[in-house]
């Protein structure tokens, strides 16, 4: 009879011997990137892999989103393996869209291609003849929070509500038929080891600001003028003297940009727009920094007598990392790659959307290596494919097996002794208590 360890080590053979496909669909992908909710040619690849799998699938979900699904024997719960299909804008990067300015500069080409390459070891070894309950390989768009402009005219025309990929995929009951999720993010940090699971992520909240001011010749009637510019610098310095009063512990990260400084330099600035992440370890010390955050906002307004319009739209949830489902993992990563080379992480301070689908069903997005640079980067670069596609993909089918294994053991155990956070519909309820747009006038 065949043992859960023979079963893993098929699967593995199968992505070994399909090693150059998958690092040809990696950088195929890598090669074609594209924003958020826009994903539609890496969608199209991922669609078709399934396609050519015999894998039945639903498009365009969200937008672009791919779902698959493989039935084990006998019933069970459902695990999702997700991969998320979008690039971001990083300025300077030898591989971005010359049109766009996307590049991979985090890793999520190897991501897909990893989901890509488990279901193929999943359908060609036969190993849902063995497994219960149902696999989900799932592509996912928009996880990057950016080109915010675009994704709320998107909003307004009944596109979308939330504007990041797994919150909108939620509202829209794609993971009500899901009972956990497992994702594995490229790392390129260098401290990092091979393979590891973080306790914690940040969440955080997105803000858009306008400033507006009055327009005057900037030469001969400044005094005319109300200069929004000035304003927005005035509320960046009140934002920067707030850090101080961030606890260490909270781990408060606020960004802005400004994505409009002004039009012509003898005009005196009319309107100025910023954009800006708070980030922090729980929901508490997030809308605590926020409301500081605010507060410096309106100074800007009324130390120049402008107006100031501040939207704040639900960002992602603090991701915490389920250590049940986290243990499964390592297990796995250290039957790869071996113990010596799994490295146990503390607390991460950038922010994803797998923290939204931490409040309603265990998650976790461990990490693997393969890449260099930095990421979000010019100089992110995935440097060993070998490990980027082909270990990502044996590590994400080792634990799918094992989680689905004797009637879904480890899964059913998992879920057992698992309480969420939230329901969907305290979730939904949740984020969409913090859309709001507050409008201050400074010379009232």
């Not at 669909?25 to 074609?32: D, F, L, Q, V, Y």
């Not at 009972?179 to 091979?194: C, F, Q």
């Not at 009055?214 to 509320?235: E, M, V």
């Not at 408060?252 to 039009?263: F, L």
Request: glycine share 10%; net charge negative.
């Amino acid at each position: 009879m065949l043992s859960k360890e023979e079963l893993q080590q098929r699967a593995c053979a199968v992505i070994e011997q399909r090693a150059t496909a998958l690092i040809e669909i990696g950088e195929t992908i890598r090669h074609r990137p594209e924003l958020g909710f826009k994903e539609f040619k890496t969608a199209a690849t991922v669609a078709k892999t399934l396609t050519d799998l015999k894998v039945p699938h639903r498009t365009e979900l969200a937008i672009t989103g791919v779902k698959g699904e493989l039935n084990g024997t006998e019933p069970g719960p459902t695990l999702a393996l997700i991969g998320e299909l979008d690039a971001l804008v990083v300025s300077g990067h030898p591989l971005a869209d010359p049109e766009t300015g996307a590049a991979h500069a985090c890793g999520h080409n190897a991501q897909v291609t990893a989901v890509l390459g488990a279901t193929m070891a999943l359908v060609e070894t036969g190993a849902m003849q063995h497994l219960a309950g149902r696999i989900v390989p799932f592509a996912v768009p928009a996880e990057e929070y950016g080109d915010i402009g675009w994704r709320l005219e998107q909003a307004r025309a009944g596109h979308l509500e939330f504007l990041g990929g797994k919150p909108e995929l939620i509202r829209r009951g794609h993971f009500d038929d899901v009972d956990m999720a497992l994702l594995i993010h490229t790392s390129s940090r260098k401290d990092d080891k091979i393979a590891g699971v973080s306790a914690s992520n940040n969440g955080c909240v997105v803000k858009t600001v306008r400033y507006i001011g009055r327009a005057a010749h900037a030469g001969s009637a400044p005094h005319l003028g109300i200069n929004a510019l000035y304003a927005a610098n005035i509320a960046l310095t009140a934002i920067n003297a707030l850090r101080e009063t961030f606890q260490d512990s909270d781990t408060i990260r606020v960004h802005p940009v400004i994505t409009q400084g002004g039009n012509q330099v003898n005009v005196i600035p009319g309107e100025v727009r910023l954009e800006t992440y708070v980030r922090g370890k729980t929901v508490p010390a997030i809308m605590d920094a926020n409301a500081k955050v605010d507060r410096a906002l309106r100074a800007g307004a009324l130390a120049m007598g402008a107006q100031v319009e501040i939207t704040t739209l639900p960002g992602y949830m603090p991701l915490e990392n389920n250590r049940a489902l986290a243990n499964v993992f390592r297990h796995n990563a250290e039957s790869l790659f071996g113990a010596e080379q799994y490295g146990t992480q503390g607390h991460r301070t950038g922010s994803t959307d797998m923290g939204d689908l931490s409040q309603i069903m265990p998650a976790v997005q461990g990490y693997v290596g393969g890449a260099s640079g930095t990421g979000h980067g010019a100089d992110f670069m995935i440097t060993n494919p070998q490990m980027a596609y082909v270990g990502q993909a044996k590590l994400l089918a080792m634990t799918a097996i094992d989680l689905m294994w004797d009637d879904a053991g480890s899964a059913q155990n998992i879920l057992r002794d698992y309480k969420a956070p939230m329901t969907r519909a305290q979730y939904l309820a949740f984020q969409r208590g913090i859309n709001k747009t507050e409008t201050y006038d400074g010379a009232a």
